[in-house]
Structure formats: structure tokens, C-alpha cells
T-cell receptor, first 115, second 117 residues
């Protein structure tokens, strides 16, 4: 049973370009969470999605950031017109959503570097 | 809103010795869950141990144990017989129990643990 898969592992973008980060949850998991980790900091919650629905986006910046989790395919975190401050590691985690207190399983993250 | 504080940015311990990492949190809720995650240089987030707030007994996983003091809102991690493979960033995390299905975690800023051979 493969774990949470994130790709790419590393992504370099120039200022103003778009970044698309992908996350395939563990098999059987219908809940996906995105976190951002700035250098030497903890993970900050961004958004929680279920299939085709955004449940909690309280941690998402209001502009340039969007996330989706379509019925088919991976979850996508999209950052438009990237700026240097977007450079960070972005983690995806998944959970079953059907078991109380089911643990989050994390991917290995995507490190985004904006030049 | 809940907050999690790790006041030790860095800690070091001699191999085979015991080390304790501190974590405090602030919440107005009575039911919640606490976690310790380990992040080695590979960046993978690995669940080390978790504690349900309604349980008085401290959780234990092999060499890892916690000291959960609910009244003091303190949740420290003790690593016994430290090994070189324990070197990593350690994050304390909080999850509310109020929303079924929402596993959102609030993390502390982490403690970097170095093991001295």
C-alpha cells in the first residue's frame, strides 16, 4: 500500500510563474490536508479538502493560492504569480475520514524555490 | 485559537542517554489529542507518539514516552537510550476533538535534536 505521493519533490520557479503541486493520497483516503513549512519553522495548516469539496481553507492566503481535490486524480495546490516569499516546503497529508481520530499520513513534501 | 509552544529550538544528548523535549499548548477545549512528530533530514513527517486528553495514563511507544500534564497544559516527550537515528526535528502538535473527520493539526515550531556519539 503506497503512502502519500507528492510530486515533484523539488520545483524551481521564477517570480511571476505558476507552481502546481500534486498529491495522491493513500489508497482509501478521502481527506487531504495541505501544510506549508517555512525554513526553520513548523508546519502551518493551509487547507483541508474532501473529494470535490473544500472543507476548511482558513490557512490559505486569500490571493494567488488555490486548491482542488477532483473526483478523479490527485489533489492540486496551485500558486499563481509566485513571489520569493512562497519559497517553502509544501506537505500533503491524508486520512481516511471514516475512523475517529484516524492519524494523518504525510507525504515527503515538495520544496518550492522561487528565484 | 489553539497554540503550541516549543521553547527549546535545539537540544543535544549523548548517545544512550535520556532526553526530554518540552511542549506547552493553549486551548479552551477539554477534549483533544496531542502528538509528537519526527522529521529527519529526508523531510518525511513520522508520527512518534500520540495522547488522548481524556486518558490520564501517559502514552508509551518503546523508547518514547510522554509526560502529559493536562492542568498545566504540558506535553513533554522523553526519549530513553538515545540512538543516532533519533537525530531529527521534533514537532509537537495539537488536534481538536470537536469536529469529527477533521484531522487538522496545529504544530509547534520544533526542536532540533542532535545525538552526540
Amino acid at each position: 500500500n503506497a503512502g502519500v505521493m507528492q510530486n515533484p519533490r523539488h520545483l524551481v520557479r521564477r517570480r511571476g510563474q505558476e507552481a502546481r503541486l500534486r498529491c495522491s493520497p493513500m489508497k482509501g483516503h478521502s481527506h487531504v490536508y495541505w501544510y506549508r513549512q517555512l525554513p526553520e519553522e513548523g508546519l502551518k495548516f493551509m487547507v483541508y479538502l474532501q473529494k470535490e469539496n473544500i472543507i476548511d481553507e482558513s490557512g490559505m492566503p486569500k490571493e494567488r493560492f488555490s486548491a482542488e481535490f477532483p473526483k478523479e486524480g490527485p489533489s492540486i495546490l496551485r500558486i499563481q504569480q509566485v513571489v520569493r516569499g512562497d519559497s517553502a516546503a509544501y506537505f500533503c497529508a491524508s486520512a481516511t475520514g471514516t475512523v475517529y481520530n484516524s492519524p494523518l499520513h504525510f507525504g515527503n513534501g515538495t520544496r518550492l524555490t522561487v528565484t | 485559537a489553539q497554540t503550541v509552544t516549543q521553547s527549546q529550538p535545539e537540544m543535544s544528548v549523548q548517545e544512550a542517554e535520556t532526553v526530554t523535549l518540552s511542549c506547552t499548548y493553549d486551548t479552551s477545549e477539554s477534549d483533544y489529542y496531542l502528538f509528537w512528530y519526527k522529521q529527519p533530514p529526508s523531510r518525511q513527517m513520522i508520527l512518534v507518539i500520540r495522547q488522548e486528553a481524556y486518558k490520564q495514563q501517559n502514552a508509551t511507544e518503546n523508547r518514547f514516552s510522554v509526560n502529559f500534564q493536562k492542568a498545566a497544559k504540558s506535553f513533554s516527550l522523553k526519549i530513553s537510550d538515545s540512538q543516532l537515528g533519533d537525530a531529527a526535528m521534533y514537532f509537537c502538535a495539537y488536534r481538536s476533538a470537536s469536529n469529527f473527520g477533521n484531522e487538522k493539526l496545529t504544530f509547534g515550531t520544533g526542536t532540533r535534536l542532535t545525538i552526540i556519539p
